[in-house]
């Protein structure tokens, strides 16, 4: 049992009594004890920071308390108490009770949340708004009492049937005035919740058929709309990141927010460049037939990489399953690229992850999140091996050495015109030696960082 503010009493959830700790590689589970972390040592000093800030871990509202485990065939499997019948805000601030239960057990030090994940929608976007905000004013206060943050949050612009055609990308400017109202609403919560981040995600926005579907207004027309988020973000002064969440398909057929690639040329086209980054999520890059890594090193490379949605695919499966990661080779080369684009800095590790249909147990909840958290905290532990042992820096630095010398920096800064380097070519009868790129041995030599 345990307390809560209004003195009611209620059952506790989960049956951990205690706030999850750390006890090395060698803790042996116990009945007392069955779970414990073996990497993730918060306070552990790991390439200058902590590693609660490298990884700043959250648990999403969505898939863990707002999903009720159905599939396209299936029922609601998990039953959750708040699911039942009854009071809507009575049963939302039970789920906020239990939300903050898991955040605590687990550690997270953040959350994130769409609007509709939180309250229920009310008669009039009025309604549903002073909803969302009276469980906002439920979530400042369990803030303050847990010390638990916001990473980010959303609004849902893709479940009702309004947002069928699209948020911003509708044919219906009122659907695109409905959709801003929305936003506004979340942002400023967000932004009053101290939030680090406010992410959009547009899976409806793209079409079906293009029989349907003029693509040049709606792309003008995301650009307008996200032109408008940023012009908020500066007059009510929120200091987060405005985040994009690339993917490429579902529930639309074709998704305007592809990939990192396309992503960046549409912020160009539209001068947000410099305004808004990318959430990047392993699932969704890999529906656009990237890996993670090179989502991350390309968002990298383009100064727009912000955040991650940790999750993982099924390499049977062509569609977004959102399981918890538990791939430690493929989360390492994700921290290595975490690590070389200059870290997680305000963005986190979210976990956009969701139990299988059959987890029905709420402490699978705890299970669930826990050895995620330590599953990337090991992962970040052999990325830091890979940079400090400096081996493969060391490769990349060689392989490109000549682009440092005084020929090849002259080349890039400009100074040298096509007429010159074909007259060098010829004069100095080049004839460039290719080299082995080495991937076998490369590959043994990240295998001996684990
Ligand atoms: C959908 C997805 C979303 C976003 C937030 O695939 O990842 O949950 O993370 O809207
Ligand atoms: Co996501």
Known sequence: M???PSGARRPAYF????????RGPD????AQEPL????????RVVLGKTMEEQLRFAVCYWHSFGWGGTDPFGEPS???PWHAAGDPMAQAELK???AFDLFRLVDAPFFTFHDRDIAPEGATLAESNAQVRRIGDVFARKMQETGVRLLWGTANLFSNRRYMAGAATNPDPEVFMYAAAQVKNVLELTHELGGANYVLWGGREGYETLLNTDLKRELAQLGRFLNLVVEHKHKIGFKGQILIEPKPAEPTKHQYDYDVGTVYGFLKAHGLEKEVKVNLEQNHALLAGHTFEHEIALAGALGIFGSLDMNRGDEMLGWDTDQFP????????TMYEVLKAGGIGQGGLNFDAKLRRQSIDPDDLVWAHATAMDLCARALLVAERMLNDGALPRHLQERYAGWDSASGRAILQGQRSLDELAREVEARKLE??????????LEHLVNSYF
């Open 2 to 4: 345990k307390n809560d």
């Open 15 to 22: 049956s951990f009594p205690n706030t999850l700790v750390y």
């Open 27 to 30: 803790f042996v589970p116990s």
């Open 36 to 43: 414990a972390y073996r990497y993730y040592d918060k306070k």
């Open 78 to 80: 998990f039953r959750r």
């Open 96 to 98: 906020a009770d239990v």
């Open 326 to 333: 538990n791939n430690l080779p493929q989360v390492a080369l």
């Open 432 to 441: 460039p030696q290719p080299r082995s790129g080495q991937q076998e041995r």
